[in-house]
Each structure stands twice: as structure tokens, then as C-alpha cells.
């Protein structure tokens, strides 16, 4: 049998932290505290200067914008006229329709003080709100001052029948209209358009029939059709006879090699991908081979679709994968456009490029000139003030152009009159 002891368990005493140790801790904890707090203030106080400066720059240079926008009814064409001091690079455009729903775009205008640009437009807005956009350094800039113009009439601009709903079916004259037709197009064959409404053309006899392209009376149905056979069509655009109507081709057979698809009665290029054989133009769009129909059929150096064709840039925002090429133009990304695209001081733009000038004015070359920011001695002979170099020659003035200007027993070789062979 195991034996117990009871022995007397004295008090354990606890030791606490030292106030000293404390209040140094508590110290720490403040200084660090302190130190975070004072960072992220740092870093929060400069981030929201530099958001305020960069917005202070935008305000300065919008300061000086104005424009005005025009609406012209008979062409439904919108104008844009700089009426301010800074070049307006391109415009946002944002349309409200019929059915609550909102389109947005940017045109790229570049238009001058004092100059006045048109623009084409979604058909049958409601209404339409435009931004100005500059472009500095690079770096566009959206300017707050709007400008807005609303239509009377959401219908009364239109492109095509498409854009025109319901019984409004025909665009005439820009506007949608409920006729019945506005040319032959509308009209069912042989059917001519005649104050915008669809007839047959009356006959007896072929003497009758004086519309162009119906010159035969059917005896039978008494109106004027194209043909009743191949030899009544004398265009030779038209040589076949189907249905009562010249057309191009009724098979393949009667198409050229560079159109060699009927299609609709039609010589086309192609119809399907696989009429493309040139390995260039591989793609068919509209009857016709082209060499991309969207930016996957396009290379990695040009990676834009554009009207079918592949390029390096449609618009700036294209142009994010060289710095020093920020701007779009021609579908080529360049180093700049106007002076302003520069990003440093001092430069000009020339040819796309951003260079350090010579010269900004003439005062600047005296006696020379000043011709694209650098210094030459001429631009047509006029310029040419000494007698012995009287002709302009690549900006520089020399002593002839062809052997009869030189002295006897001498001829001109790079234009300098010489004795020596």
C-alpha cells in the first residue's frame, strides 16, 4: 500500500512585467504605431496631390475649349466648329435611342481653332452628348465641358430602309417616310416607281416599251419586260436573258477568271472561304477575298482588322506596346502627330517624329530660312539672291542645272561648272 504525504503547499507567487519593461513596450507600440500611421498619411497625402495636380493640369488645359455643335437636317450631318483657342483631338460621343438604350464612340477629328469639321452619325437618336478630348504628351485628356443636341423627331434621320421601323418603312431624302417605294428597288419585277408608288409599264407592242432596260412588250400579260431571249440583251454587261430580265451570268461558265462564282445571277469573287485561292487574300467578305475578317486572321505585327485589311492601329489605344509610339496615324503607330504629342520640352513634331529643332522661324537662320524646323539656303530659285548661284537645288543654291548655263569648254557636273573630265 503506497504511503501519501501531506505536505503544507505554500503560496506560488506570480510574477508580473516589470513596469519599466511596460512602459517601454507601451512606447514601441505607440512609436510604431505612429510611424505606420504616418506612412500611409505620406502615401494617401501624395497620391491625393497627385490625383488633384494631374486634375489642376486637365482643368488648364481645358480652360481654353470651346466648340459648338451644328445639326444640318437635309444631309443629317453633325458639325463640330472649334470656337476656342486649343486643338480638339477627338470627340465622345454618347446617343440615347427610343428604347432607353445608350451607344458611345470617339471620333477622331484633330480640328484646328477656328475650324469647323463634319461628322456622320448613328441614325435615329434621341439625343446625343459630346465631350471634347485633347491629346498631350500622349495622354488624353476628357474635357467636362458637354455639349448636347437632341432631335425633334427620333425618325427623322436614317442612312437606309433598315434604319426606318413599322410603317415608316422608306428613307427618302434622309428621313423615314410611309410610301411605297422611292425607286425600282422597292417595286416587284418589271415594276417601275412613279410618284413613290409600284406599276407595270402598259403596252401593245414593243414600239411601247421606252423605259430603259424593258425595251419588249409581252403580248401575252400586255407590259414591258427586259427579254425573251439572250439576243434582246445588248448590254454587254448584261448579255443573258433569264427569267424576262437581262442579267450577268446564269452559271459559272459565263463568268471571267477574275470573277469566276455566279452567284444571284452576278460574277462575284467568291461566295465561301474556299473560292480564295490567293494565300494573301484568304478570307471571302461580301463576294470579295480579302486578307482578314477580324484581328484573329491578322499577324502579331499587325493585329487591327480594319476594313478588312490587317494594320497595326485603327485608333490610339492601339498603340500600347511602344511608349515612344504612342499615336496612331494611317493606321501606322507614330511617335506623334502635332507638336503636342511630344513628351519633351522643347520638341516638335515632324514627319511623325519627334524632333529638336533647328529653327522655329526664319529670324532664327538669317541669312538663311527656316523650312521644317531647320535652316536652308532656299526653297525655289527666288530665294537664290547671289548672281553666280542662281538656282534652288535640294535647299541649297547652285551655279547650274544643265551645260549651256557654264562658260564655254565647260560643263555642269553636280552643279558646279567645270573644265575637268
Known amino acids: 500500500?503506497?504511503?501519501?504525504?501531506?505536505?503544507?503547499?505554500?503560496?506560488?507567487?506570480?510574477?508580473?512585467?516589470?513596469?519599466i519593461i511596460a512602459f517601454v513596450l507601451l512606447i514601441t507600440l505607440v512609436i510604431s504605431l505612429g510611424t505606420f500611421v504616418s506612412i500611409w498619411y505620406k502615401n494617401t497625402s501624395t497620391k491625393q496631390m497627385e490625383?488633384?495636380?494631374?486634375?489642376?493640369?486637365?482643368t488648364a488645359e481645358c480652360s481654353q475649349v470651346r466648340f459648338e455643335i451644328g445639326f444640318d437636317y437635309e444631309t443629317c450631318s453633325i458639325s463640330v466648329f472649334n470656337a476656342g483657342e486649343e486643338i480638339i483631338n477627338n470627340l465622345g460621343i454618347v446617343y440615347s435611342f427610343t428604347d432607353s438604350t445608350k451607344q458611345s464612340e470617339i471620333k477622331e477629328l484633330s480640328i484646328s481653332p477656328n475650324a469647323r469639321k463634319s461628322i456622320t452619325q448613328v441614325p435615329n437618336f434621341v439625343k446625343a452628348v459630346f465631350s471634347p478630348i485633347l491629346i498631350r504628351g500622349g495622354?488624353?485628356?476628357?474635357?467636362?465641358?458637354?455639349?448636347e443636341f437632341s432631335l425633334k423627331n427620333p425618325f427623322e434621320c436614317c442612312f437606309s430602309d433598315d434604319d426606318c421601323p413599322g410603317e415608316l418603312n422608306l428613307c427618302q431624302s434622309y428621313a423615314c417616310t410611309p410610301v411605297e417605294c422611292i425607286n425600282e428597288g422597292h417595286c416587284d419585277l418589271f415594276e417601275i416607281c412613279t410618284d413613290n408608288t409600284c406599276g407595270y409599264i402598259k403596252c401593245q407592242n414593243n414600239p411601247d416599251c421606252t423605259y430603259p432596260g424593258m425595251p419588249i412588250c409581252d403580248k401575252?400579260?400586255?407590259?414591258?419586260?427586259?427579254?425573251?431571249?439572250?439576243?434582246?440583251?445588248?448590254?454587254?454587261?448584261?448579255?443573258?436573258?433569264?427569267?424576262?430580265?437581262?442579267?450577268?451570268?446564269?452559271?459559272?461558265?459565263?463568268?471571267?477568271?477574275e470573277e469566276p462564282i455566279c452567284s444571284n445571277n452576278a460574277c462575284v469573287e467568291c461566295t465561301i472561304k474556299t473560292d480564295c485561292k490567293n494565300p494573301l487574300l484568304p478570307y471571302c467578305s461580301e463576294n470579295t477575298c480579302v486578307e482578314c475578317l477580324d484581328a484573329k486572321s491578322c499577324p502579331a505585327e499587325e493585329p487591327i482588322c480594319s476594313n478588312n485589311v490587317c494594320v497595326e492601329c485603327s485608333i490610339n489605344d492601339d498603340?500600347?506596346?511602344?511608349?515612344y509610339k504612342p499615336?496612331?496615324?494611317?493606321?501606322?503607330?507614330?511617335?506623334?502627330?502635332?507638336?503636342?504629342?511630344?513628351?519633351?520640352?522643347?520638341?516638335?513634331c515632324?514627319?511623325?517624329?519627334?524632333?529638336?529643332?533647328?529653327?522655329?522661324?526664319?529670324?532664327?537662320?538669317?541669312?538663311?530660312?527656316?523650312?521644317?524646323?531647320?535652316?536652308?539656303?532656299?526653297?525655289?530659285?527666288?530665294?537664290?539672291?547671289?548672281?553666280?548661284?542662281?538656282?534652288?537645288?535640294?535647299?541649297t543654291c547652285v551655279e547650274c542645272i544643265v551645260n549651256t548655263e557654264c562658260d564655254k569648254l565647260e560643263y555642269c557636273f553636280k552643279n558646279t561648272c567645270t573644265s575637268t573630265k
Do not use: W
Not at 495636380?53 to 486637365?58: D, P, S
Not at 495622354?139 to 455639349?147: A, F, G, P, S, V
Not at 523650312?371 to 535647299?395: A, E, F, K, M, Q
Open 350 to 395: 515632324l514627319n511623325n517624329a519627334c524632333i529638336i529643332p533647328e529653327c522655329l522661324i526664319n529670324d532664327d537662320c538669317k541669312p538663311q530660312l527656316c523650312v521644317d524646323y531647320s535652316c536652308v539656303d532656299c526653297v525655289t530659285d527666288v530665294d537664290c539672291t547671289d548672281p553666280l548661284l542662281p538656282h534652288c537645288v535640294i535647299s
Open 319 to 323: 498603340c500600347v506596346y511602344d511608349k
Open 220 to 257: 401575252d400579260k400586255k407590259i414591258c419586260i427586259g427579254c425573251t431571249k439572250d439576243a434582246e440583251c445588248t448590254d454587254s454587261l448584261f448579255p443573258y436573258c433569264l427569267d424576262n430580265g437581262c442579267v450577268e451570268c446564269k452559271d459559272s461558265g459565263n463568268c471571267p477568271v
Open 51 to 58: 490625383i488633384a495636380l494631374e486634375q489642376l493640369e486637365n
Open 139 to 147: 495622354k488624353e485628356i476628357t474635357c467636362t465641358d458637354e455639349r
Open 1 to 19: 500500500m503506497k504511503k501519501y504525504s501531506h505536505k503544507k503547499r505554500g503560496k506560488v507567487k506570480k510574477k508580473g512585467i516589470s513596469p
Open 327 to 348: 499615336v496612331c496615324s494611317n493606321n501606322a503607330c507614330v511617335a506623334c502627330l502635332e507638336n503636342n504629342d511630344c513628351p519633351n520640352k522643347g520638341e516638335v
